[in-house]
């Protein structure tokens, strides 16, 4: 995925590619208006989430200061690279999401944002199932190990958070 600054001049697309990884062609490509953004802040800034269980077709992808403004989670088929599903945040977001899954290998994808707030999505749908708001900037990416997500916020008072995952 591409960001959104100055070299692009007028374009204001973040563009998200499959590649081919033995001759370098594109599969597919898949384009979101995002606005320009001086502190490189703007478009495809996270790493996606491949897919694995029930959601082994799809890839996610998150895509900041979107032309509606927030962010945009977006997941894509792997293969086609067809929208399955989007779901948007009103807060910008740099951080990386992650997918969570449980016992019976359903997906749930959590991101944090700009505004403090930790969102939790079905993974197959995008459809919000839970949020909780942390009271900081979330700008780095969330830890997952078993059912702990370890994450920390980065406003004045920065704290670091244990959150058990039910």
């Known amino acids: ?8 001049k007028s ?20 384009s979101v208006p995002a ?3 001086k502190d490189e802040r ?21 895509v900041s ?7 945009l989670v977006v997941a894509l088929n792997k293969q ?25 290998g359903n997906a749930y994808i959590i991101q944090g944002d700009e505004s403090g707030l930790l969102t939790m999505m079905n993974a ?3 459809e919000v199932v839970n949020t909780l708001d942390l009271g900081g900037k979330i700008d780095g990416s969330p830890a997952v190990y078993n059912d702990m997500l370890v994450i920390g916020t980065c406003s004045s008072k920065p704290k670091m958070y244990g959150i058990r995952i039910e």
Do not use: C
């Open 1 to 8: 995925g591409t960001t959104v600054f100055t070299r692009l």
């Open 11 to 30: 374009k204001k697309t973040a563009i998200i590619r499959s590649i081919d990884a033995m001759s370098g062609k594109e599969n597919w490509s898949y």
């Open 35 to 37: 606005l320009f953004d």
């Open 42 to 62: 703007a478009g495809v800034k996270a790493s996606p989430v491949v897919g694995e269980k029930n959601i082994s077709h799809l890839v996610v992808f998150t």
């Open 65 to 71: 200061n979107v032309q509606d403004g927030g962010s």
């Open 80 to 104: 086609s690279g067809q929208e399955v599903w989007k779901t948007a945040l009103a807060a910008n977001t740099v951080s990386s999401h992650v997918a969570v899954y449980d016992k019976s």
């Open 124 to 126: 197959l749908t995008g």
